[in-house]
C-alpha cells in the first residue's frame, strides 16, 4: 500500500466511524487530555496550549494524535475536522462538525 492509499485508508475509516455514531466521534475528537511539556515539544504531535497563567500547560486530542502518527508514516495529508457553515443557526452554533478531511501537512 503507498502512502496516498494509507492515507484515503485512514480517512475512509474515520468517516465510515463517523457515519455510523456522529456522536460518538464527535464526544472523541473534542475531549482533550492534559500532557507535559516532553509531549508538547514532539515533531509531529500536535497538542493545544491551555491558556492559565504560571507554568505552560498542555492538551492532548485524539486528531492530534492521529497526525502524529500521519507525519511519521510519511503521509503527505494529514486527517482534520470538516465543517460546514450552518445558515440561520444561533452564533454559538455556526458551525457543524461533518466528518472528516485529508489536508496537506502545513
Known amino acids: 500500500m503507498d502512502m496516498?492509499?494509507?492515507e484515503e485508508t485512514i480517512l475512509a475509516t474515520m468517516q465510515t466511524?463517523?457515519?455510523?455514531?456522529?456522536?460518538?466521534?464527535?464526544a472523541l475528537v473534542?475531549?482533550?487530555?492534559?500532557?507535559?511539556q516532553a509531549l508538547a515539544?514532539?515533531?509531529s504531535i500536535v497538542?493545544?496550549?491551555i491558556p492559565v497563567e504560571?507554568?505552560?500547560?498542555?492538551?492532548?486530542?485524539?486528531?492530534g494524535l492521529l497526525v502524529?502518527?500521519?507525519?511519521?508514516?510519511?503521509?503527505?495529508?494529514?486527517?482534520?475536522?470538516?465543517?460546514?457553515?450552518?445558515d440561520g443557526e444561533a452564533p454559538d452554533q455556526q458551525m457543524k462538525f461533518v466528518g472528516f478531511a485529508l489536508v496537506d501537512k502545513s
Open 54 to 63: 504560571g507554568p505552560a500547560r498542555f492538551e492532548l486530542g485524539a486528531v
Open 17 to 26: 466511524a463517523f457515519e455510523a455514531d456522529p456522536g460518538a466521534m464527535r
Open 4 to 6: 496516498q492509499q494509507i
Open 47 to 49: 497538542v493545544s496550549p
Open 68 to 86: 502524529g502518527i500521519m507525519s511519521d508514516m510519511g503521509c503527505q495529508r494529514v486527517i482534520a475536522w470538516k465543517f460546514e457553515k450552518c
Open 41 to 43: 515539544d514532539h515533531a
Open 30 to 36: 473534542v475531549n482533550r487530555v492534559p500532557c507535559s
